[in-house]
């Protein structure tokens, strides 16, 4: 079933012939693809949120799980390779990394949440700027939280919608691939 489902998820990534992934990248010259973690239900995190235990963090339900295979089945089929993964250190994050099943991923706390003071909004948007300013050739996917996309790009995305950005000229690209 859940091949036949991945498998219909396929076609979504190409639109009238063409690679929405590829595309979007090749179209704002981006070096950064943003990807809003996949569906957790709830709003924030519960107030016994600890960064070292999933349990206290609002996480992927079923169909976040499911959406975050769909969305790596089509990262997979589109041909485009990134040269770094990295994530938030939140679990939503971490977990939709490894559903992508795209390849070696890290975590990086300058892509963790500020919303509600878990993690110090100043600290995190330093280090994500001196990452962004350091990135080299190719294209780094970075796996995080709305707030921080938000943040850097001026836009709020829904849960797996990605962002294909330049960190130079500041271009970006909102698109999904799991729809």
């Not at 981006?30 to 235990?53: C, E, T, W």
């Not at 339900?61 to 938030?88: L, T, Y």
């Not at 100043?122 to 994500?128: C, F, I, N």
Request: hydrophobic share 40%.
């Amino acid at each position: 079933m859940l091949v036949a489902f991945l498998m219909t998820l396929s076609t979504q990534v190409w639109a009238d012939g063409r690679n929405i992934l590829k595309d979007a990248i090749e179209e704002v010259d981006a070096n950064v693809v943003f990807l809003r973690h996949a569906m957790a239900p709830g709003f924030g995190d519960p107030d016994n949120f600890s960064l070292l235990d999933c349990s206290t963090q609002r996480n992927l339900d079923k169909n976040g799980r499911k959406q975050a295979r769909a969305i790596g089945f089509s990262i997979n089929k589109s041909g485009v390779r990134f040269n770094e993964i990295i994530s938030s250190e939140w679990c939503r994050c971490k977990e939709t990394a490894k559903l992508l099943n795209i390849g070696k991923w890290q975590t990086f706390l300058g892509l963790n949440s500020f919303f509600q003071g878990y993690a110090e909004k100043a600290v995190t948007l330093r280090e994500l700027d001196l990452k962004l300013k350091k990135l080299k050739n190719g294209v780094t996917l970075m796996i995080t939280h709305q707030v921080v996309i938000s943040a850097v790009t001026g836009i709020s995305v829904t849960s797996g919608e990605m962002v294909a950005y330049n960190s130079v000229s500041e271009a970006k690209k909102v698109f999904r691939l799991d729809e």
